[in-house]
């Protein structure tokens, strides 16, 4: 079992629907949590933080469950620039170790 | 956030040659990590580079394999030794602090094809 696993999709969506994203993680030591976005041959780059306390940036809402190990992602009005691979992404903490999950990828059409 | 850049971008090699990543932080850092990402994978990491002491390496990965040199704050590189079409990759770097809240900020990445 992969430490971090998430749904491959893709999601096929129109624009203006929403969508959600889930990620479980299977250690309970993990100190941090991330979601990153990365579009076709880039990098990585951090989409939000996620706080127990749910947080919410714009039409992105992220949630952790750390009892469940479980951590979301709700993409509310999705646009055509949404499209890309969601990368849920945990920090062991320590020697500051990420685990990526394999990703989920987005498609918005019109 | 720190601006991160990678030389070269890409690269196409021999299998058998050694190839050098640079990776260049706009600002001192404290940490800098290298990864890969293999073709339609996510990323692995492969080391955490240290300054001023030899790199940190994850299961599966090793130092004649991989060396890595972190001779500033700002600075590192990856080589990629004896490669062979198995290490055709993605190769990325990061940057980040010892407070594991605090999110990695990657490098523009280094694709890497061996023939």
């Known amino acids: 079992r992969k430490e971090v696993e998430q749904d491959p999709g893709p999601f096929n969506v129109p624009e203006g629907a929403t969508v959600a994203f889930n990620c479980t993680y299977s250690n309970s030591a993990s100190q941090s949590f991330f979601w990153y976005r990365q579009d076709c041959r880039k990098e990585p780059k951090l989409l939000m933080s996620v706080y127990s306390s749910g947080n919410e940036d714009g039409r992105f809402t992220a949630q952790l469950n750390r009892a469940s190990q479980y951590i979301s992602l709700l993409i509310r009005d999705s646009k055509l620039s949404d499209s890309a691979t969601y990368l849920c992404?945990?920090?062991?903490?320590?020697?500051?170790?990420?685990?990526f999950g394999a990703g989920t990828r987005l498609a918005v059409h019109p | 956030s720190a601006v991160i850049s990678q030389k070269p971008s890409r690269d196409i090699c021999q299998r058998g040659t050694s190839l050098t990543i640079q990776c260049q932080v706009d600002s001192q850092v404290t940490m800098m990590f290298w990864y890969r990402q293999q073709p339609g994978q996510s990323l692995t990491l492969i080391a955490t580079a240290n300054q001023g002491s030899e790199a940190t390496y994850e299961s599966g990965f090793v130092i004649d394999k991989f060396p890595i040199s972190r001779p500033n704050l700002t600075f590192s590189t990856l080589t990629v030794s004896n490669m062979s079409p198995e290490d055709s990759s993605i190769y990325l770097c990061?940057?980040?602090?010892?407070?594991?809240?605090?999110?990695?900020?990657f490098g523009d990445g280094t694709r890497l094809s061996i023939l």
């Open positions: 992404v945990v920090n062991r903490g320590g020697y500051n170790k990420l685990i």
């Open positions: 990061s940057a980040g602090s010892p407070d594991s809240n605090q999110p990695q900020h």
